[in-house]
T-cell receptor, first 116, second 111 residues
Framework: NAGVTQTPKFRILKIGQSMTLQCTQDMNHNYMYWYRQDPGMGLKLIYYSVGAGITDKGEVPNGYNVSRSTTEDFPLRLELAAPSQTSVYFC???????????????FGDGTRLSIL | DAKTTQPTSMDCAEGRAANLPCNHS???????VYWYRQIHSQGPQYIIHGLKNNETNEMASLIITEDRKSSTLILPHATLRDTAVYYC????????????FGEGTQLTVNP
């Protein structure tokens, strides 16, 4: 049981390049999330998904796109990389179908992205 | 989600209890208190959560005041590996609701 796996761990991009950050989870969680964390700051939600085929914007969605074709995978796409997108990106998942409705989120180890 | 207030930093001696406070005076009746921590360069780690009763698990205890306007996370015997940023988060306990992270408390456990 690997939990939440993110790839790559590190990446350097040039301005204007595109890339996809991969996230996969093996816990059969319905809910998945993408956050970014700038130096010395808390996490900010970019996008989230409540199930396959369903995605929604978070707090800071501009410049990003997501898709959720399977329960396991939730890739984050940067189409035109900008220096402001230099950050650490965390993917998380949680079990959505609970009568208690208060399942914690499980996080991956992050992708450190630099845009130069 | 209700706003939370935490001290910026705290120190604790190894082996002693670490008590991390959190104020959430605007919390509403259906909002839970969650604690996560983030050890340097790693993803956040869930610690514990509660609604109104005190809670305990293998990692920590959570004490919530009767009026629910504040809470305290207790690490009973802090170790050097507990050095991390600790986040107190209040959110509605519905499935999939987002976490809003503030800046947390930097806990440093000293030998």
């Amino acid at each position: 049981n690997a939990g939440v796996t993110q790839t790559p761990k590190f990446r350097i991009l040039k301005i204007g390049q595109s890339m996809t950050l991969q996230c996969t989870q093996d816990m059969n969680h319905n809910y998945m999330y993408w956050y970014r964390q700038d130096p010395g700051m808390g996490l900010k939600l970019i996008y989230y998904s409540v199930g396959a085929g369903i995605t929604d914007k978070g707090e800071v969605p501009n410049g990003y796109n997501v898709s959720r074709s399977t329960t396991e995978d939730f890739p984050l796409r940067l189409e035109l990389a900008a220096p402001s997108q230099t950050s650490v990106y965390f993917c998380a998942s949680s079990h959505g179908q609970s009568v208690l409705g208060n399942q914690p989120q499980h996080f991956g180890d992050g992708t450190r992205l630099s845009i130069l | 989600d209700a706003k939370t207030t935490q001290p910026t930093s705290m120190d604790c001696a190894e082996g002693r209890a670490a008590n991390l406070p959190c104020n959430h005076s605007t919390i509403s009746g259906n909002e839970y208190v969650y604690w996560y921590r983030q050890i340097h360069s790693q993803g956040p780690q869930y610690i514990i959560h509660g609604l109104k009763n005190n809670e305990t698990n293998e990692m920590a205890s959570l004490i919530i005041t009767e009026d629910r306007k504040s809470s305290t996370l207790i690490l009973p015997h802090a170790t050097l590996r507990d050095t991390a940023v600790y986040y107190c988060i209040v959110r509605v306990g519905t499935s999939g609701s987002r976490l809003t992270f503030g800046e947390g408390t930097q806990l440093t456990v000293n030998p």
